[in-house]
């Protein structure tokens, strides 16, 4: 990690031709095939992440950086202003896709294997709670690995007993998980008795997501047809097709 200065922000070319995307407090620019800007929108929003943090914004991004994870992607160079407000930060570019949208057809085995990785490391992560976890900031990039990026809202609690912090980062994943999974269709549409007792359980997030969609697509294959792809799980809901 790196700090310097936001008027060096001014070397950056930001336009229509590298903007990516935006979200509730900045913009998304790709600045070079490997990394990516992202550039806070005006004081509104730098001063509300401020108050979303015990620490300064800028103290929780220099703690984030220091976490040894591969599915999260960690700030890089930090722009601030001189009056150490967080103007911008660069982050590695995932060029892949969102689980809001497009996941339909991935292969199911490589799915899950991108969730057992992401799950493993997940249970490595004991004190930080990543509440802004949704379909649109997960990606499943290109080398088939689960990311997750915009990390702003994610929070430290080191006075949290680590077991229990896991449990909330399943319970938040889980449900974000089996719902992009889900796409249109909600967990009242299922048509099973039996598989809604799995889905309760899968959306209470007392266990890891990979081991108990495994007994879902197992229960599938059994009762319905061979599932191949990620939009297969949806079968036994109303409206399927």
């Not at 407090?25 to 990516?36: A, H, P, S, T």
């Not at 969102?98 to 493993?120: H, P, Q, R, T």
Request: aromatic content about 14%; charged content about 25%; glycine content about 4%.
């Amino acid at each position: 990690m790196a700090f310097k200065d936001c008027h060096e922000l001014e070397k950056f070319r930001l336009n229509s031709n590298n903007f990516i995307g935006s979200g509730l407090y900045g913009l998304f620019y790709k600045i070079n095939d490997k990394e990516c800007l992202k550039v806070f929108r005006n004081e509104k929003a730098i001063h509300s992440l401020e108050s979303e943090h015990p620490e300064t914004f800028l103290e929780y991004l220099k703690m984030l950086s220091e976490k040894k994870t591969n599915i999260l992607v960690l700030p890089k160079d930090i722009y601030i202003d001189n009056t150490g407000l967080v103007r911008a930060y660069t982050m590695d570019y995932q060029k892949g896709i969102e689980l809001s949208s497009g996941i339909d057809n991935i292969d199911i085995d490589v799915f899950m294997d991108a969730l057992k990785e992401f799950y493993c490391e997940l249970t490595k992560i004991y004190d930080l709670v990543l509440y802004n976890a949704s379909p649109y900031n997960l990606i499943l990039n290109e080398n088939k690995s689960l990311k997750m990026i915009n990390l702003d809202l994610a929070r430290f609690k080191p006075w949290m007993d680590s077991e229990l912090v896991c449990l909330e980062n399943y319970q938040i994943f889980n449900r974000v998980i089996f719902r992009s999974i889900l796409g249109r269709f909600s967990v009242s549409d299922l048509l099973d008795a039996n598989l809604f007792e799995l889905v309760k359980i899968i959306i209470s997030g007392d266990y890891t997501l990979p081991g108990l969609l495994t007994e879902y697509i197992d229960y599938i294959n059994k009762h319905y047809f061979e599932v191949k792809k990620v939009k297969d799980l949806r079968y036994p809901y109303v409206g399927r097709g």
